[in-house]
């Protein structure tokens, strides 16, 4: 079953990229790039890694789009769970790539930032691919992106501003709570999908039925 969910998406292609981050990043992850910012300025600079683990955190989504998306709206609960599981692995993966390739080649001290940056980007993907479709769920992160880069910093380059949490320190609290409370968000999205929706509708309409059942044969038993 595995091997059937596969073998309409792009995993080869998505497995590859992941890879090739971690590649990029071990090798480049430190270097700078300039950007343009709302700064005194008018620039500033931002490392590979950041521009990267948006990235490698929207990757696995993409496991979810599918030629078949409406056929597959159908599947089961073990459909659905072998999805939820492909998702997982998929995540695990591509987080694995980049944080080993920081810890070797950039410094051990940035993981903290990236796994704080991969929880954010994910649950944004996810929004995104529930809002827009699974195909766009890169749309929301990499727009975002663009806002934290633009406005991220202070007037002066040296601070920034505390919404910007892919560089903000790894004992900042706030950047934290907002990474967790998109993952969370994120999640949430996927998990509130139409299939599970009509579920509970089924069984919430399912129930009233069962209890006026319920109530009726024991209403005849009584009578007898």
Avoid at 85 to 92: D, E, Q, S
Avoid at 192 to 221: C, E, G
Wanted: net charge neutral; hydrophobic share 50%; aromatic share 12%.
């Amino acid at each position: 079953m595995v091997g059937t969910y596969l073998l309409v998406r792009k995993w080869r292609w998505l497995l590859t990229v992941m890879v090739l981050i971690g590649v990029v990043v071990g090798g480049w992850g430190a270097f700078e790039a300039p950007t343009p910012a709302a700064t005194d300025t008018g620039g500033a600079t931002v490392e590979f890694w950041r521009l990267l683990a948006v990235a490698s955190a929207s990757l696995p989504v993409l496991t979810l789009a599918s030629p078949m998306e409406a056929l597959e709206a159908a599947g089961g609960t073990a459909y659905h769970r072998l999805r939820s599981m492909v998702l997982g692995a998929a995540f695990a993966c591509s987080s694995g790539c980049i944080l080993t390739a920081a810890a070797v080649g950039v410094d051990p001290a940035v993981t903290p930032l990236i796994v704080r940056a991969l929880l954010a980007w994910f649950g944004l993907a996810l929004v995104s691919g529930r809002v827009l479709g699974w195909n766009y769920s890169w749309i929301l992160p990499w727009g975002a992106l663009s806002v934290l880069l633009y406005w991220g910093h202070s007037s002066s380059t040296r601070d920034y501003r505390w919404w910007e949490f892919s560089a903000q320190p790894a004992g900042h609290l706030p950047s934290w709570l907002l990474a967790g409370g998109l993952f969370a968000a994120g999640v949430a999205a996927y998990a509130l999908s139409p299939w599970r929706l009509h579920r509970l509708t089924s069984s919430s309409a399912a129930s009233p039925a069962d209890d006026t059942a319920a109530f009726s044969t024991d209403t005849d038993k009584a009578a007898h």
